[in-house]
């Protein structure tokens, strides 16, 4: 099933956009895709949701949302102070199953991080991607605090037997401090998964479709990070940022049509990648 779940370590690291920079690269290559929003918190009836604003980033896109509720909130507390019914994990995963009927490609993004509850009884986005058998792409920040978080949501998604696609920085800072720099070595290794790429800071609001920022994604092929700061740390997300449309989708594809992604040479270049990053912080901390 041509399913991929975006989650992040928490609200605001950048999961819409970053979906919509798959989505922009995947329409880009020539496939259809599907946006699906499990459920939407904090936003009017009238007015963008996240969905809509991953199908204005990215292009011709199909975009649907399960569920709105006006406050700002956890999904299962939206619904409840809405007197609305929730939604639960199973109704994810039949609407993303029904839409990857119809679509090359559908990406689910979650509300919050990959625990935040969709319901009473304690559904999450993970039990939905469980249900599905479908990857995770995981979206962080790039600062100080990110390790933690992301090397948590990375443990939960092993614990649960779900396939952790790689990391990808949400917002990188036209001017990363130490811990941003230092990240770009730590973050693959807390998660135990490759650091696939990052968005530059303020891509959406430079033009979406293909006249903007997201547009010079699909049209490079890549998760562009452009040239941060003239230091060795950026390196490694300069190199592992193309891995992410190509080989890394090719992965994913691979694995679900049942051949096994282990021995995807695609994994080999950001490992090595990763090797070299932390040697040469260790080299800077002598």
Same mark, same amino acid.
Request: charged share 20%; glycine share 12%.
């Given at each position: 099933?041509?399913? +991929? ?8 690291? #950048?999961k819409?956009?970053v979906t919509a920079a798959v989505?922009a690269?995947?329409v880009a290559a020539? *496939?259809?895709?599907a946006v699906?929003?499990?459920? %939407?918190t904090?936003v009017?009836? &009238?007015e963008?949701?996240?969905a809509? /604003?991953?199908a204005?980033?990215?292009g ?5 949302e399960l569920?709105?509720?006006?406050e700002p909130l956890?999904p299962?507390t939206a619904?409840?102070r809405?007197? *609305?019914? $929730?939604? *639960?994990?199973?109704?994810v995963?039949?609407?993303a199953?029904?839409l990857?009927?119809?679509?090359d490609l559908v990406?689910? /993004?979650?509300?919050g #991080?990959?625990?935040?509850r969709?319901d009473a009884?304690?559904g999450?986005l993970?039990?939905a991607a469980?249900?599905?058998e479908?990857p995770?792409l995981?979206?962080?920040p790039?600062?100080?605090g990110? +390790? &933690?978080t992301t090397?948590?949501t990375a443990?939960? +998604?092993?614990?649960?037997g779900?396939?952790l696609?790689g990391?990808?920085i949400?917002?990188? $800072?036209?001017?990363?401090d130490?811990?941003s *720099?230092c &990240?770009l070595?730590d973050?693959?290794?807390?998660a135990a998964? $490759?650091?696939?790429?990052? +968005?530059?800071?303020?891509?959406? /609001?430079?033009g #979406?479709?293909?006249e903007?920022?997201?547009g ?9 990070t452009g040239?941060?700061a003239?230091?060795?740390?950026t390196?490694?997300?300069?190199t592992?940022g193309p891995?992410f ?6 992965r994913? %594809?691979?694995a !679900?049509a049942g051949?096994?992604h !282990?021995?995807d040479?695609?994994l080999? %270049?950001p490992?090595?990648?990763? !090797?070299?990053?932390?040697?040469r912080? /260790?080299?800077?901390q002598?």
């Amino acid at each position: 099933m041509p399913v +991929l779940v975006v989650t992040g370590t928490g609200t605001g690291v #950048g999961k819409t956009v970053v979906t919509a920079a798959v989505a922009a690269a995947a329409v880009a290559a020539g *496939r259809s895709v599907a946006v699906l929003k499990a459920a %939407q918190t904090g936003v009017g009836p &009238n007015e963008r949701g996240d969905a809509e /604003e991953a199908a204005r980033l990215a292009g011709p896109v199909t975009a649907r949302e399960l569920a709105r509720y006006p406050e700002p909130l956890a999904p299962a507390t939206a619904a409840l102070r809405a007197g *609305r019914a $929730p939604v *639960r994990p199973h109704e994810v995963a039949e609407a993303a199953a029904k839409l990857a009927t119809e679509h090359d490609l559908v990406l689910v /993004e979650g509300a919050g #991080g990959l625990l935040v509850r969709l319901d009473a009884s304690g559904g999450t986005l993970a039990d939905a991607a469980r249900l599905l058998e479908a990857p995770v792409l995981l979206v962080a920040p790039a600062g100080l605090g990110t +390790l &933690n978080t992301t090397e948590l949501t990375a443990r939960e +998604l092993r614990s649960r037997g779900l396939d952790l696609l790689g990391v990808v920085i949400g917002s990188w $800072p036209a001017r990363p401090d130490l811990a941003s *720099r230092c &990240n770009l070595a730590d973050l693959p290794l807390v998660a135990a998964a $490759p650091l696939l790429g990052a +968005l530059p800071d303020g891509a959406e /609001e430079r033009g #979406g479709g293909h006249e903007g920022e997201i547009g010079e994604v699909a049209a490079g092929g890549q998760i562009r990070t452009g040239r941060p700061a003239a230091d060795h740390h950026t390196e490694q997300i300069q190199t592992a940022g193309p891995q992410f449309t190509g080989r890394q989708f090719r992965r994913v %594809q691979r694995a !679900q049509a049942g051949r096994g992604h !282990q021995q995807d040479r695609g994994l080999q %270049q950001p490992r090595r990648v990763r !090797q070299r990053a932390a040697r040469r912080v /260790e080299a800077d901390q002598q």
